[in-house]
Every structure is written in structure tokens, then in C-alpha cells.
């Protein structure tokens, strides 16, 4: 069995670098490829990493834009989660009453799930701007929908996953699906889905961000504005806000998981 698994990962791995092979020579490669001042523009951007705009009017907008990306992530991940735990159980099975209930019920959510990620938030982001306007909405709205979907099916495999032993004893002994549910598959998957959801609060923060490109304001829309005014001092402070900002959640996410596992 090993020497069978050993056998495919081979062939995966040579046809996916014949892929990346074909990939090179796909490309037209010629003097056209490239910007012509492309390359000085590029050194251009990356000198000004060693002179950001620390003025006190930036440093106060940088705030302010950081605030916001914050709070879209905070708002969005927040309404994410009640999505992935409502469609996660549901795409599990776990509360099915029998085998085909439980089929038709995993495979119908799972579907709904993997519709929900498979379009990118910058892409519903662009939707609920055309339907709501530039409007708070329509930054968590697009923020909830794909990471409930991320979130939702990463929390169907993990209760999917969990030894069925205590969950046979549970069901032994008289309890319910709710009850085998809060007694036997969350107490086993919790700081898995903490830790999961935490490496991914991380994302949103940093999608928040890409998402404020359309218009709906913080550090992507504070970057392209300064981008757009050739500011590249000013792209570095933002940059550099947005780089705190997560190093901060990964090491808040850090401490929390330690004290959870004491």
C-alpha cells in the first residue's frame, strides 16, 4: 500500500512539473512582456521601504484606516463563524436520523459550502457594492459568505473525524444527537476549530484590506490612493500598519491557544 501511495505521488509530481513546463513556454516571452519603465518603477517602490512617511497626518490617517480594516474583519469573521456552524454541522451529517437522510443532508450543504468559497471576497465584494453601494454591509457581507464557507467545511471534516468509540458510548447510554453533538464531537474538536479559526481571523484581516480596493475604505483603499499619487513613502506606512496588525492577532491567537490547552 505504501509502495502503491509512493507510486502516485511520482506521477503526480512529474506531470504536474511537465504542467509548469508547458506553462514556460506558453508564455510569449519578448520585449513586450514587461513595462518598459517597469523595472525602474519596481526600484523605485521598494527604495522608499527605507523612507516611510511617518508625518503625523499619515500616521493618523494609517490609524484610522487600520480601525477600519480591523473592524470589517472583526464584524465579518464574527457573522462567518455562526455561518460555519450552522452549514458545518448541517454538512456532517451528524444530526441525521439515518443513512440516506444523513446523505442527502452532508451533500446538499457541502454543495451550498462550496459555492459559498468558491468565489473570492474581492469578487462579492464587487457584487454587494453594486447592490448596496459603498456601504459597511457590503465589506462583511463579503467577508462572512466566503469564510463561512472556508470555516463551515473545515468544521464538517473535523467533527467528521472524531473517533466514534465515545460517540457510540454516548449513544449507548441514552443521549441524543444534540447532546452526542455538545458532549461528544465539540468538546473533542474545540482547539481545533480555535486554532483554525484563528489562523484564518488572520486572513481576513489581511482580506479586509485587498477588499478595501473597491472603495470601502481602510488600508487597501489608503494604498492604492497612495499608488495612484505615485506616494510610495506613504504605501510603506501603510504596508507596515498592516504587518503590525497581524503579527499582533497571531501573537494574541498564540497566547490563547496556550491558555485553553492549560
Request: proline share 3%; hydrophobic share 55%.
Amino acid at each position: 500500500m505504501l509502495f502503491v501511495d509512493l507510486h502516485k505521488r511520482k506521477i503526480l509530481t512529474v506531470f504536474l512539473l511537465l504542467i509548469f513546463t508547458w506553462s514556460l513556454f506558453a508564455v510569449e516571452w519578448g520585449p513586450n512582456l514587461f513595462h518598459a519603465k517597469g523595472l525602474s518603477t519596481a526600484l523605485e517602490i521598494f527604495a522608499a521601504i527605507f523612507q516611510p512617511d511617518f508625518s503625523k497626518e499619515i500616521l493618523t490617517l494609517a490609524l484610522e484606516s487600520a480601525w477600519l480594516t480591523l473592524a470589517y474583519a472583526v464584524a465579518g469573521m464574527s457573522l462567518a463563524i455562526v455561518l460555519a456552524l450552522v452549514f458545518g454541522i448541517l454538512a456532517s451529517g451528524v444530526l441525521a436520523s439515518g443513512e440516506r437522510s444523513r446523505a442527502v443532508m452532508k451533500g446538499t450543504f457541502r454543495r451550498l459550502l462550496g459555492f459559498m468559497r468558491a468565489v473570492h471576497e474581492l469578487v462579492w465584494a464587487w457584487l454587494f457594492v453594486a447592490s448596496f453601494g459603498l456601504s459597511p454591509y457590503a465589506a462583511v457581507f463579503a467577508l462572512a459568505i466566503p469564510y463561512g464557507g472556508i470555516l463551515g467545511r473545515i468544521f464538517a471534516d473535523m467533527i467528521n473525524d472524531v473517533p466514534k468509540e465515545p460517540i457510540l458510548a454516548l449513544v449507548a447510554s441514552g443521549a441524543s444527537r444534540w447532546e452526542c453533538l455538545v458532549y461528544g464531537y465539540f468538546p473533542s474538536v474545540k482547539m481545533s476549530i480555535i486554532s483554525y479559526t484563528m489562523y484564518r481571523f488572520e486572513c481576513a484581516v489581511r482580506s479586509s484590506a485587498i477588499m478595501s480596493f473597491v472603495g470601502l475604505g481602510g488600508l487597501g483603499y489608503q494604498i492604492q490612493l497612495s499608488l495612484n499619487d505615485l506616494n510610495y513613502h506613504e504605501v510603506w506606512t501603510f504596508v507596515f500598519f498592516l504587518i503590525i496588525m497581524v503579527i499582533i492577532i497571531d501573537a494574541w491567537s498564540s497566547t490563547l491557544r496556550k491558555r485553553m490547552a492549560q
